[in-house]
């Protein structure tokens, strides 16, 4: 009797561990010191599979495009470790060590009309990354490997001794991915990258990183704070508030089930295009500031402004002295509400 092979796991393509970007703030014309320390990112982890899309949500200055740029080390982290295809990037000091890997992890940025250099036309800006990482042995290959990727992109290669002004902005923003998928990355880190288009755009930049994800195998880590533009594209979405991770699960999961008080409050804020369902919704108000990330507070990050701690008394003090962990299986959460327990295995 034959026996099926055991199913290969696949490994993660990037191990992100108790990852912090602290920024000390000085003090001192003369004699600086550091009198403080912005904890941008302060205690991140997570993982990302081969060819998923892990989305990351949150308010503005929780410190999701700092965990872009530090995944990618273009901050080099305070502390913590980024683990791409089994090597420790954070344990290469130098950017010669540093190199071989900026191929195969990229990054399309936010604002597509300033992360071009308006002195370069479109062929240079793309052709770029193919001139420093030497992929092109001929100019006649690397005008065509250009050509291929506008192409691609959508394009019109005519175009290719024009400059980013005479670009609309999605045209920009479809320059920047081109320049990004020109060493062919494994991996890339899209910060916001349809927040600055009309909504009109929005739809097709999604599209057409959708697409080119199944073209080319991709792995996306998807930073916005859009939550409906992030349940279109993500596998798995993580929800972030002041510079931690307080819930991660599969896009499904989060939707039906959102655990954390946060995560409910974000998902409320969604309009509903159904006024029935909408005038039916029970909407979750957050009351206060963000609190600074200079001084954050103790215990949970999201105590001062949370709705659930007022309601349940038991857990208050709890709230203020513990800083809760992520805790369960493919759906974690990190709040004191919830025990997570491992799933009972169903007779046999």
Do not use: W
């Not at 990355?185 to 910060?191: E, G, H, K, L």
């Amino acid at each position: 009797m034959s026996t099926a092979p055991p199913a290969v796991v696949p490994k993660p393509l990037l191990v992100v561990d108790n990852l912090q970007m602290h920024f000390p703030i000085y003090k001192g014309a003369l004699l600086r010191r550091e009198v403080a320390r912005v904890r941008a990112v302060d205690g991140v982890s997570f993982e990302v599979m081969p060819g998923e899309t892990l989305g990351l949500v949150g308010e503005s200055g929780c410190g999701k495009s700092t965990t872009g740029r530090a995944l990618l080390q273009l901050h080099r982290p305070t502390a913590g470790t980024v683990t791409f295809d089994g090597t420790e990037l954070t344990a290469l000091k130098t950017d010669k060590a540093l190199f071989p890997f900026r191929r195969h992890m990229q990054m399309i940025f936010q604002d597509p009309y300033a992360c071009l250099n308006p002195r370069m036309t479109v062929g240079d800006i793309i052709a770029e990354p193919l001139v420093t990482h030497r992929l092109c042995a001929t100019k006649a290959e690397k005008q065509g490997r250009v050509q291929e990727l506008m192409v691609k992109c959508g394009l019109n290669p005519q175009y290719v001794r024009r400059y980013p002004h005479e670009f609309s902005g999605g045209q920009r923003q479809r320059i920047g991915i081109a320049r990004a998928l020109a060493t062919n990355p494994r991996f890339i880190v899209c910060d916001e990258p349809i927040s600055a288009l009309d909504v009109s755009i929005q739809a097709q930049i999604m599209n057409l990183l959708q697409d080119l994800q199944k073209d080319m195998g991709l792995t996306y880590l998807f930073i916005a704070h859009d939550l409906a533009a992030v349940r279109h594209i993500s596998d798995r979405i993580a929800v972030m508030y002041l510079g931690k991770i307080v819930e991660i699960a599969d896009f499904a999961s989060l939707y039906a089930d959102p655990r954390h008080p946060y995560t409910q409050a974000l998902i409320s804020a969604v309009p509903i295009p159904d006024p029935d369902v909408e005038s039916t919704r029970n909407r979750v108000v957050l009351e206060g500031d963000v609190p600074s990330p200079i001084n954050p507070p103790t215990g949970c990050r999201f105590h001062t402004r949370c709705p659930a701690r007022q309601q349940h008394p038991e857990i208050a003090d709890r709230c203020v002295r513990e800083d809760p962990a992520l805790r369960g299986d493919a759906h974690r959460v990190a709040c004191h509400l919830y025990d997570i327990r491992e799933p009972v295995a169903a007779p046999a």
